[in-house]
């Protein structure tokens, strides 16, 4: 209840920020997209963790306004680095299911790229299937968000209770293997062969993949094997505040 109170107040005191981490390609090297995570910094309780205050934003409906504060910031931060001559790169946005839920979501996506002028290609949409909702209305509602041109990508794939049903009902572009199959992805013969069915899977519908929480050189390895084309972790960057990231994109651009 603590900090409900403190949520509340977090907006209107500009205590949020957004960090951006990389999506490389696995063969290149190459950044492809950016995936932005919110952060909270509390005067007086100190950082809290998204995993911490998002339930409770969701819980209590707040996440409405978080979660259209951060597409907001996160496509206004893109034509940042856009306008400033900057690779062009899509940004990955994480959506809550209350978000999804909400029938203006579409408009207010649409009506937050009118406003920054970012073109929709550049805005991706990261979505979990603990999505407790019937299957006909969450496809009309990505239906219509995918009618306005972004992808979208099913985050956290393989952790939740119907993952399967999710490619089958869905119109997914990408698929987001959770790190917990890939820690240890060299030692554990369960974690490979789940990984590299999942990949295979991937491939066979035509999505992209990407293999989340990257934490080594071996699973780098084990990954390009099997022909996992997108990856993201500490391996390569841990997420990192807007200034940071127009840094890296500057040397990139440079190259
Ligand atoms: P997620 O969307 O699955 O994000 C990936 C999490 O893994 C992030 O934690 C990221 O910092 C962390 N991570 C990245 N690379 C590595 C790695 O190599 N190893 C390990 N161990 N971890 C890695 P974070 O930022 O604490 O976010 C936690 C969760 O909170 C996110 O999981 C997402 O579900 C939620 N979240 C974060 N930002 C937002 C937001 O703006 N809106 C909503 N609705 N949820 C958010
Ligand atoms: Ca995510
Ligand atoms: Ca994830
Ligand atoms: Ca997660």
Redesign the pocket.
């Known amino acids: 209840m603590e900090l409900e109170a403190y949520l509340r107040r977090a907006i209107g005191q500009q205590e949020f920020h957004l960090v951006y ?1 990389p999506i490389v390609d696995s063969h290149t090297n190459q950044i492809a997209g950016l995936e ?3 952060r909270w910094h509390q005067p007086q309780l100190g950082y809290i ?3 911490d205050f ?1 339930p409770i934003a969701e819980e209590t409906g707040l ?1 409405h306004e978080i ?1 259209e504060w ?1 597409l907001m910031e996160a496509c206004r931060q893109n034509m940042i680095w856009q306008n400033a001559g900057l690779p062009k790169l899509p940004v990955a ?4 299911s209350r978000q999804f839920k909400d029938s203006r979501l579409s408009r207010k996506v649409q009506s937050i790229l009118e406003e920054t002028g970012l073109p929709p290609q550049y805005l991706e949409l ?1 979505i979990t299937e603990s999505m407790s909702m019937d299957v006909k209305t969450a496809s009309d509602a990505l239906n219509e968000l995918k009618k306005l041109g972004f992808k979208v990508a099913m ?2 794939f393989g952790t939740g209770y119907s993952s399967l049903g999710y490619l089958k009902d869905f119109p997914i572009d990408k698929m987001k293997i959770d ?1 917990a199959f890939i820690k240890g992805l060299k030692q554990s013969p369960v974690n490979a062969a789940i990984v590299h069915t999942m990949i295979a899977m991937a491939h066979k519908l035509n999505l992209l993949v990407v293999a ?4 080594t050189e071996e699973e780098l390895q084990v990954l390009k094997e099997y022909g996992c084309q997108l990856v ?4 390569f960057s841990p ?1 990192a505040n807007a200034e940071k990231i127009g840094e890296i994109l500057h040397k990139y651009a440079l190259t």
């Open positions: 981490q932005c995570l919110i963790s998204p995993a998002i996440i979660g951060v946005v994480n959506l809550s990261e985050d956290d790190q989340e929480g990257v934490e993201q972790g500490y391996y997420p």
